[in-house]
C-alpha cells in the first residue's frame, strides 16, 4: 500500500487540470493520478478534427502532457491501471495490478467510455470505436489509407466530423440510424433539413429509425443486415453510439450516483473528502440552476480546476459556467449553448436568421434563456451565452423573438465572456 | 485557406515577435482564456482573438498555447521560427 495526499482516478482533462491546480495550491502534499490508459494526458477533442486525423498536423500535436510535466510537478501518473474498488471509510482505492493507494482526498475524474455495440457479430474485425487516442489512431491508419466502404452507425458530433474526413477521401459512407434525422435531439429537424441536404447532395446515404440486427461477414466485417431486412456491403463499420459512465464500483462504496456521480456545486459528493470532475460528474451548476452532466471539454477542464481549487483548500468555489461546443463540416458550422434540451416545460424560439443554410433556436424555461443552438451564425453565440448569465425575464419578448424584431444582440449589454468572469469571481 | 489571425508582439525583453491563432482549429474551448486571460478574449463567433497580446509573459504565453486542446495558437519567436507547436 502508498499513501498519498491526494488521488485522482482519470488522466484525462478533469483529473489532469485538478492535480495541476492542486500543485499550485499545495507545493508539498503527494499527488497520485490513476489511469486506465497507457498515455500522458492528451487532447480528446483532437481525436476527430480533420487536420490531425489525416496527418496534415503532427501526430504529437495530441499530447497536452509531457514526461518532463509529471515529474517537474512532482506528480506521479500510474498508467494502464484501472482503479477497481473504493473503501470509503478506510480511504482506499484498489487497483487492478493489485496494488492499493491510501488517500487523504480523493478525486473521481472517470470520465466517459464508449458505449460498446451490442448486436449479433460485433465483434468482427473491421469495427472501430472512437474514444482514446489508440482508437483514433486507428480509425487515422485507415483514413489515410485505401478508400473504403464504411458504414457509420450514430449521428452525433463525432459521426458528423468523422464522415466529413472520410468522404474527403474517397470512402463511400453509408449512415444507420435509429434516430429520425441526424443530431437528433440535439438539433430540431428544421436546422438540420439542409445538413442532411448536402450529406446527400455528397453522395452519402442516410438510413433512418433503423437499427442493424446482424454483423455480416466470416471473421472480418463484409456488411450489414438491417432490421428491416436490407443488407448493406462494406469493409469497415463506425458504430459511434454515445458513451457509458462506468459508474458501478464507486456505487458499491456508497458515492451516491444516478446517471452519473452525483455532487454538489462544490464538485463534493456525498462522501466526506471524495470529490468528482470532469465527464462522469452529474453535479448542481448554479448558473443553470440545474442538476447537469455536461460531458464536453470546457465543462471537464474548469471542473477540474474547481476542484482542485476546493480539495486543496484554495477556495470554495461552486462550479458555474455556460458550456458551449460547436462541430464543423461540409460547411456548416453548429454551436450548442447552454442546456439546449429541449425539455416538455420549456419554449423553444425559432429565431429567424435571413441567412442561407443558417438556423437559431433558443431555449427558454421559466422566463429565462437556457440555451440556444446555431447553424451557420456563430455570432449569436456569445449573445446566447450572455443572456443565459443575465438570467433576463424574457416572458414579454417572445414574440419579439418569433418575428425577429427583438434583436438578441441588444438584449445584454456587453459584458466579458463567461470564463471571465468566473476567473474574475476566483480573483475576489 | 487557413483563417489565420496575427498578432504582433512588441513587450520588452520576450523571445516571442508573433502570435497567431489559426481559426479554423479554434473551438472555443476557453483553455487559453483561463491561463491568460489578460490575452485572449472571445469575440461574438466564440473564436479566440488576443486583446492584448503584450499583457502576459513569455511562460503565461506559452502555457495558455499549451492549454489549447486543438493547437490553434501558433507562437513564433524574433527570428521568426514557430516554437510552439514544436
Known sequence: MQYYTYVIIGGGIAGTTAAETIRKNDPVGSIAIVSDEPHNCYSRVLLSKPKWVLGEQPFENVWLKSDAWYRENNIHLFKGIRATELQSGAKIVTLSDGDSLQYKKLLLATGAHSRKWDVKGSDKKGIYYLRTVDDATAISEVAQGEPKRVIMIGSACVSFEIIEILHSRGFTVTEVMRERYFFEPQLSPEEVAPIEKMLEEKGIEIVREVEVAEVLGDTQ??????????????????????????????????????????????????????????????????????????????????????AGKNMSNATKEPFAQVSFHTSHGFGFQIGWTGDVRALEDRIVIHYPTPLENSHCRIIIAKGKVMGGTTVNRPDLMGAITKL????????????????????????????????????????? | ???????????????????????????????????????????????????????????????SAEACPTKAILLFDNSGAQIFPK
Open chain 1, 221 to 306: 466485417v463484409t456488411g450489414v443486415r438491417l432490421s428491416n431486412g436490407r443488407e448493406i456491403p462494406c469493409d469497415i463499420i463506425l458504430p459511434f453510439i454515445g458513451v457509458e459512465l462506468p459508474v458501478g464500483w464507486i456505487q458499491k462504496a456508497g458515492v451516491a450516483t444516478h446517471k452519473g456521480i452525483y455532487a454538489n456545486q462544490f464538485l463534493e459528493t456525498n462522501v466526506p473528502d471524495v470529490w468528482t470532475a470532469g465527464d462522469t460528474t452529474e453535479c448542481w451548476d448554479s448558473m443553470l440552476e440545474e442538476t447537469v452532466i455536461m460531458g464536453n471539454w470546457m465543462s471537464a477542464r474548469l471542473q477540474g480546476e474547481i
Open chain 1, 388 to 428: 443565459i448569465k443575465a438570467k433576463v425575464d424574457m416572458s414579454d419578448k417572445l414574440e419579439g423573438l418569433r418575428d425577429g424584431t427583438v434583436d438578441i444582440k441588444t438584449l445584454v449589454a456587453p459584458v466579458v465572456s463567461p470564463i471571465s468572469q468566473t476567473l474574475s469571481q476566483h480573483q475576489e
Open chain 2, 1 to 63: 485557406m487557413a483563417d489565420l489571425r496575427e498578432y504582433p508582439r512588441t513587450a520588452e525583453g520576450s523571445n516571442i515577435s508573433k502570435v497567431v491563432v489559426d481559426r479554423d482549429l479554434c473551438i472555443a474551448a476557453v483553455s487559453c482564456i483561463a491561463v491568460a486571460g489578460e490575452v485572449w478574449e472571445l469575440d461574438d463567433e466564440n473564436k479566440v482573438v488576443a486583446k492584448d497580446a503584450n499583457a502576459a509573459d513569455d511562460a503565461t504565453l506559452i502555457a
